[in-house]
């Protein structure tokens, strides 16, 4: 399983942006996609999961009602819709792929390459 993330970029404190994460290869359909970010000093973080059917949304309580997941079955892509961003949520963004049983890095196994998310004030 290849996965290739895409979407950060700068931003305004307040604005929106997507990020994409693709997925090649042999995705098992009981694995799930999760978000997770690190900014520099600070442990890498979950952020938000969904599982390949579409169920199982989860977000970490810093974004919870800012931050949307989803993906596209038929694209092999999730989406993370992050809104209202703020400037801690400045951090390179990863997307991951495995059995996503909990928000430990652990528990997934394919990692993409991170993409660079920055908010200014």
């Known amino acids: 399983v290849q996965l290739q993330a895409s979407g950060g970029g700068s931003v305004q404190a307040g604005e929106s942006l997507t990020l994409s994460c693709a997925t090649s290869?042999?995705?098992?359909?009981?694995?799930?996609w999760g978000w997770f970010r690190q900014a520099p000093g600070n442990e890498r973080e979950f952020v938000a999961g969904?599982?390949?059917?579409?169920?199982?949304?989860r977000f970490a309580d810093s974004v919870k009602g800012r931050f949307a997941i989803s993906r596209d079955h038929g694209k092999r892509t999730a989406y993370l819709q992050m809104n209202s961003l703020k400037p801690e949520d400045t951090a390179v963004y990863y997307c991951?792929?495995?059995?996503?049983?909990?928000?430990?890095?652990?528990?997934?196994?394919?990692w993409g390459q991170g993409t660079q998310v920055t908010v200014s004030s």
């Open positions: 991951a792929f495995g059995v996503g049983t909990d928000s430990s890095a652990g528990s997934y196994r394919y």
């Open positions: 290869g042999r995705p098992f359909s009981s694995h799930a």
């Open positions: 969904i599982r390949w059917n579409g169920t199982g949304k």
